[in-house]
């Protein structure tokens, strides 16, 4: 096909696209909730706990935290959780030439670490528990590292949230005879969640002390996993389930 009729062939295509059109673009962007632009503030992280931490590992680990310890320790830490690295995913490759161009084909996937970065509260509870984590499972004393399947937590899970679209609030009757169907407050709606598997953290970092102004304290922590997944709402994704 000569590029004359290529061209012929693509210019209505580019002209119904949202490119180049702001009507257009607005138009699609405020027909629906689900074409609204995602925003960055609306999440909620929450974690697990590894065994070794939860003091069943006999006499040598059994003093580490109360199982009602952690529940608590959870409850703050997730709430404390200000910005968070979704997982990402890269595809191995390998190349292969015979005559012309040399072209690459995939061989596996590998994972990145990903950070959270956390408030600390007055108590330190959470570097307490990263600390301890850290310690039982690498110990520097006597240059032991654990079982995996002791030191890692099942699940860590980024929930992805949006505004409204999760059902209605309820409200008195006295503020309801001042909303109409199309203004009235609805929780948000989960549309997408990481989840990542077998979960450990590699590092924890540094604490600044200073005498400037006070403001908040944050602790970075980067953490390893097995594998991850994305789930989406079940609306959007593939059909026939996937691989899990």
């Given at each position: 096909m000569s590029s004359l009729a290529n061209w012929s062939n693509t210019e209505p295509y580019a002209k119904s696209t949202l490119g180049g059109?702001?009507?257009?673009?607005?138009?699609?962007?405020?027909?629906?909730?689900?074409?609204?632009?995602?925003?960055?503030?609306?999440?909620?992280?929450d974690m697990t706990f590894?065994?070794?931490?939860?003091?069943s590992l006999g006499?040598?680990?059994?003093?580490?935290?109360?199982?009602?310890?952690?529940a608590a320790a959870r409850k703050t830490i997730t709430m404390y959780a200000?910005?968070?690295?979704?997982?990402?995913?890269?595809?191995?490759?390998?190349?292969?030439?015979?005559?012309?161009?040399?072209?690459?084909?995939?061989?596996g996937s590998?994972?990145?670490?990903?950070?959270?970065?956390?408030?600390?509260?007055?108590?330190?509870?959470?570097?307490?528990?990263?600390?301890r984590w850290m310690n039982i499972m690498a110990n520097d004393a006597n240059q032991y590292?654990?079982?995996?399947?002791?030191?890692?937590?099942?699940?860590?899970?980024?929930?992805?949230?949006?505004?409204?679209?999760?059902?209605?609030?309820?409200?008195?009757?006295?503020?309801l005879k001042q909303l109409n169907s199309d203004n009235r407050p609805q929780y948000n709606k989960v549309a997408g969640m990481w989840v990542m598997f077998n979960v450990f953290p590699k590092n924890i970092g540094t604490l600044q002390f200073n005498n400037q102004p006070g403001a908040p304290l944050t602790l970075d922590v980067t953490l390893r996993y097995e594998r991850f997944r994305f789930y989406p709402e079940p609306s959007t994704d593939v059909k026939g389930g996937i691989i899990v």
């Open positions: 059109n702001l009507q257009e673009f607005m138009a699609h962007v405020l027909s629906s909730k689900t074409h609204e632009v995602s925003r960055s503030n609306i999440w909620h992280f590894p065994t070794i931490l939860q003091g006499d040598l680990f059994a003093g580490a935290f109360t199982t009602s310890d952690l200000n910005e968070v690295n979704t997982p990402t995913r890269q595809v191995t490759t390998s190349s292969h030439k015979m005559v012309g161009s040399e072209y690459e084909y995939a061989t590998t994972f990145s670490e990903t950070n959270v970065q956390f408030f600390i509260p007055r108590n330190y509870i959470g570097v307490t528990i990263f600390e590292v654990d079982f995996f399947d002791d030191y890692v937590a099942p699940t860590f899970t980024i929930y992805k949230l949006e505004r409204g679209g999760g059902g209605d609030i309820p409200l008195t009757n006295e503020i």
